[in-house]
């Protein structure tokens, strides 16, 4: 069992660019979650997904979009890069409603954007 | 709103000290309790969690009790290691399904030999 795994590890973006944040989990959770983790604060929820097909908005959405078409895969979409979303990115999942069930979070992803 | 207020760090302890990081939360309903550790270069791990008022959690030596009259849910451990260096976030979640953890800053620990 890996767990949850993140690619890349480490990203640099100029401002506008693009990239996908990839997340990957082998527990076949249906619950799925990205969060973002900026210096000295606590993670905040990017996305969060309760099965394939199902996705919804967290506390901090704007500048992101995610897709779910299958159990295993949750990606991030940055479409265009601004300094305020560099933070380290994770994601996480869990058997079922985070109010009962543990969360398992993946190493992260460090993004700066210049 | 909703938020944790946690202990800021950094804490400084040697090893076989006392540990005690406070939490207090401002939450709605009847919240889940958890504090979570990342060791370095890691993710976050689920180190011990409570659900009800007067719940004590406990896990690798670590312990905190549910405490509703003062809804707070402080991190204790008796006698800590060098292998307890790591960040403790306390967060909690509403049990009204909006799937949103809310967690404090962080209290980043050094144990030193």
């Known amino acids: 069992n890996a767990g949850v795994t993140q690619t890349p590890k480490f990203r640099i973006l100029k401002i506008g660019q693009s990239m996908t944040l990839q997340c990957t989990q082998d527990m076949n959770h249906n619950y799925m979650y990205w969060y973002r983790q900026d210096p000295g604060m606590g993670l905040k929820l990017i996305y969060y997904?309760?099965?394939?097909?199902?996705?919804d908005k967290g506390e901090v959405p704007n500048g992101y979009n995610v897709s779910r078409s299958t159990t295993e895969d949750f990606p991030l979409r940055l479409e265009l890069a601004a300094p305020s979303q560099t933070s380290v990115y994770f994601c996480a999942s869990s058997q079922g409603t985070a109010t009962i069930n543990e969360q398992f979070f993946g190493p992260g992803t460090r993004l700066t954007v210049l | 709103g909703n938020s944790v207020t946690q202990m800021e760090g950094p804490v400084t302890l040697s090893e076989e000290a006392f540990l005690t990081i406070n939490c207090t939360y401002t939450a709605t309903g009847y919240p889940s309790l958890f504090w979570y550790v990342q060791y370095p270069g890691e993710g976050l791990q689920l180190l011990l969690k409570a659900t009800k008022a007067d719940d004590k959690g406990s896990n690798k030596g670590f312990e905190a009790t549910y405490r509703k009259e003062t809804t707070s849910f402080h991190l204790e451990k008796g006698s800590v290691q060098v292998s307890d260096s790591a960040v403790y976030f306390c967060a909690f979640i509403s049990n009204f399904g909006n799937e949103k953890l809310t967690f404090g800053t962080g209290t980043r620990l050094t144990i030193i030999p």
């Open positions: 997904s309760v099965g394939a097909g199902i996705t």
